[in-house]
């Protein structure tokens, strides 16, 4: 029989319906619920929560410290081998947090030997792998040039599918264009904006 009717649809008991997604500027899908979430992250809008603000402040900077963590980049003395630099996070960073406390754990800043620095007009701290810095000759943090974030060495072009060519920095930067010299100045020249910016700023 090449003709089937379907005489009657059936859903079970643990059928949840499909989420409506959007499409972000970057072209993922998402539900509305979490674009909300994120935008209002990013503006500091988010609804405050009063438990974590009865919080004791040493375990709240700690939890804060173990939410969003940032790796520099790591080689292994037994291996030639090394780990780039990435952004990593502990689940339950408060619960976490205030059992380290109750174990006597604490953060004192003098004993501090290297610190996780923001890329200037880069993405959100959780998706920034950013720079790390140490100490300078007078025991100070020196202020990084924004010139140290943006390496051009790190750009990438190759050839898609449909003949173009596509230059990628891992800061976010793109640049498509008809030839491999014109994408790569065109990420040149978006690096350049982003470094002026940021000296701008400071």
């Not at 009717?5 to 059928?15: L, R, T």
């Not at 929560?49 to 963590?69: G, W």
């Not at 750009?155 to 640049?175: K, M, N, Y």
């Not at 498509?176 to 020249?189: F, I, L, S």
């Amino acid at each position: 029989m090449s003709d089937k009717e379907i005489i009657e649809s059936v859903q079970f008991a643990n059928h949840q319906p499909t989420p409506n997604y959007v499409p972000t500027e970057g072209g993922q899908l998402v539900t509305p619920e979490f674009l909300a979430f994120i935008q209002q992250a990013l503006s500091g809008t988010l609804a405050d929560n009063a438990e974590t603000q009865e919080l004791d402040p040493q375990v709240k900077a700690l939890a804060e410290e173990l939410s969003v963590i940032h790796l520099p980049a790591w080689q292994s003395k037994n291996s030639p081998r090394t780990a780039e630099a990435t952004v990593t996070g502990i689940k339950q960073a408060t619960r976490v947090a205030e059992y380290l406390i109750q174990r006597g754990v604490r953060v004192h800043p003098e004993l501090e030997e290297i610190r996780w620095v923001a890329t200037p007009g880069g993405p959100p701290g959780a998706f920034d792998t950013g720079i790390h810095i140490t100490k300078d000759a007078d025991g100070r943090w020196p202020a990084p040039d924004p010139e140290s974030f943006y390496d051009f060495d790190d750009i990438e072009v190759t050839q898609t599918d449909a003949g173009a060519w596509c230059a990628v920095h891992p800061r976010g930067l793109s640049f498509q264009a008809a030839t491999k010299t014109e994408a790569y100045a065109g990420v040149v020249d978006q690096l350049r904006q982003r470094i002026e910016q940021a000296r701008g700023q400071q």
